[in-house]
C-alpha cells in the first residue's frame, strides 16, 4: 500500500542555500536526529505552563505494589482513571463508560499485554499471525517476534494476508497512521479477526476527531498526546472483562504494575490539559490549540522547503470537520512520510546531509521512503527546514 | 530440598487466646493479608523523615525518551547509577566498578531482560532450561513460561537437573533465598551454565554483608531495599558488555525505557540512605540500623507466638559476621517459611484463621509449607502474632 499515497510533485529548484558556519567560518554541519519520534516540541508549552505544574511526592508516599486492590487493574492510580476519562470526555476522541482502563509501561507494554491477551483468548495450536497494512509501525514485528513466542508471530502486511484462511488473527489498526498519517479502519475483515486499535495519534493537534473511537481494544499514551514520553505511561480502554483481566495479568507478569509516580505525574498533566480546554480559560493556554498551531506551522514550512526540490514528496490529506475545534481542519502528521524520487534510498540521502531518518523498510515500504519526526524541538526543526533545499536531485544521483 | 530446613519444633499448647472484638463486643475477624511480600513496614521510617525528601519535578522536565543518549543504558538517569554506586559502595554488598548498572521497571523485568540475554547469547535451536533450587521464587517458572517462548522455558528444581546434560542452562541463585532466607551458591555447576545472581535481599536489614558480591549478572531492586515497590524500580549489575546490551534491547522493545519519575525519586531515596549511614549523623536515622532493629523485633514476636505452639516450626539461621555493622548479626528474612506438621495442608489452616499466606507448593515444596510476609504494616502483623496462638493442632486436624 506504500505506493498508494497521493504525492505533491514539486519543481527543481537552482537556488542553493549556505551550510551553517561555525564561529570561525567554518564549515559545521551538526548531526539532525529524526529517527525517533521523540516529542521534545512539547516543551516550550510545559516551560510556559512553568513550576504551576510541579509533581511533588513525599518519601513515604506509594510504597506499596497496589493503588486499588479491590479493582480488575490493582495497579491503577484512582486520579489517573478519573483523568483519563475527563480528558477523553473533553476531547470526544474515545468512549470510556462501561469499558475497563488499563495502565501500562507506555503503550508499548500494552501493545504486548494485547498481544497476550487475545491470543489466549483463542484456543489454536499455532501462533495467532499478527498483521498491520503498509506502511506500519517499525517496532510491530520486532515486539511480535523478539521473545520467539508460540503464542503469537509477526505475519506481515494485512493487504496481504489470505482472510480466507479462517484462522484467528490480530491486526493492528494505527490511526492515524504512524508513519504516514493516515486515517484507517480495518481491511481484512475475517471472520476471526481480533483488533488492537492504536490510537497514539488520535489527538486534535494531529487530526480532526470526528468521532468519539470506540472498538475493543483501544491504545493511547501520554508520549503523544502531551509529549511527556519519559514517564512511560500509556493506557488501553477495553471492552471485554476477560481480555482486560489478561491484559493486567500480563503486566502482573511483566513488571508488577506501573510506576506510581509516573501515573500521579501523568494523572496531573492530563488534568492540566483537560483544565486548559475549559472556555473561558484565560490563565492556562488551550493545550491542543497552542500545539495543532506549532504543527501547522511545521507542516507549512516543511512544505515550503521542499516546494522546488522535485526529489522529495509529501502527501497531502483532506480538511476534515473537527468536533473538538467546531472547525474544518488540516491533518499535520506527528511523522512526515517523505517520498524520493523513484530508485532513491532516501534514508541513505538524508545520512549523506547529517540528517538521521527512518527508512521506509523498516515500516514495511521501498527504500524511497523515510520517516522524519516533526516533533522535535524548535532548534533542530529549523535547523533541518533550513537544510532541506540544500539537498537536490543530484546528491540522490551519486547512489 | 524443601525438607532439609533445620527446624525449630515446639511444645504444644494450652493456652487460648480470645478473638479480637468489634466495639459491640461481636466476634470481629479482619482478614489478614500476608500472600504477598509489599514492604509497606518501611512506611513509619520514611514518615519520620517526612517532607525532607519530597521529589519535586517541573511539567517540563523529563520529557525525551532519552536519559543519557551515548551511554549504552540510554534510558538510565545519570543521578540513579551515581546513588545507586554510592549505596553499593556504602553498604559493600556488590562490586560496581567497571560493570554496567542497567535500570529495569522493577527487577522482574530485569529477570525477564536476563533470561533474553543469556538465552540469545548462546547458539541453541531448543528453549534454555531455567533452573533454581527449591524452594524457589515462586514467579520464576510463571515469568519463564507465560510467552512460550522458544528461547528459554522453565525446567524447575535445581537438584533434579541433569549437570551431565552438557546442554546450557540459566540458574536462578536467589540469596538471601525467597522464601525460605538461606543464603545460596549455584549448585549444578555444569559446564554450559548461565548464572543470575537475584540479591533483591542482600541488604544489612535481612542479613549479614559477609562480602561484596561480584557476580556475572546481579538483580537488585529498590522495593526491597527502601520498601519503595510501588516505584517500579530495579537494577541490574552486569559485566559483560554484550549481555548488557541485550538485556537494554529487551527493555527497550519492552517498554522503551523506565519512568524517569520513578528513577529520580528512586535516586533521592537512595542518596539519603546513603546519608544515613554516614557517621557521625545525628539529623537522620541510619536506615539499616533502623530497619534491621524493626526486623528484630517481629522475629522475636513471631517467634514467641508459635514458641508453644506444636503446629508450627521456623527454622533458625547461624550468626554471622556483617561487614557493614561491624558485628556479628542474626539473620531476619524478609518472609518467613513456615512449616505445619507432616501432612497438615498449612496454608489451608491459615485461611481457616483468615490469613492469607502462600502455599509452599507454589515455591516447588509441599503444602505443609506456607510463605508469609513479615514486611507488612505494623498494624497487620501484631494481629498476626496475636492470632498465631489461637491456632491448634486440631484445626490441622480438622482438615
Redesign the interface.
Known sequence: MCGKLQVVTSKASSVSVPEDRDSNGHHHVPLINLD?G???M??SY??E????????????E??????NPKKLCWFLEPKLEDQIKKVHEKVGNAITENRHIIVG??S??LI?AAL?ALSTSVNEPNPVSVICRAPYYS?YP??SD??????FEWWGDADLFDKDKNEPYIEMVTSPNNPDGTIRQPIVNGPKGMLVHDLAYYWPQYTAITSSADHDVMLFTV?KCT???????GWAVVRDENVARKMVK?IE??????????Q??AA??LE?ISLSCTQPNTRIPNFFKHSRHLMAQRWTKLREAINNNSLFHVAKFPKQYCNFSGEFVETYPAFAWIKCKDGVDCEKVFKGHKILTRSGVRFGCEAEYVRVSMLSRDDEFELFVKRLPTIHVEDANLN
Open positions: 525517533h521523540d516529542p521534545t512539547y516543551e510545559w516551560k505552563i512553568g513550576q504551576n505544574l510541579s509533581l511533588e511526592i513525599p518519601g513515604f506509594s510504597l506499596s505494589y497496589f493503588s509501561t507506555g508499548s507494554q504486548l497476550f517496532s520486532e515486539m523478539f521473545l520467539k513466542s508460540k503464542l508520549s509529549g511527556h514520553a519519559g514517564s512511560r505511561i500480563f507478569i511483566n513488571t508488577i504494575g506501573v510506576s506510581k509516580e509516573a500521579l505525574r496531573n498533566i492540566m
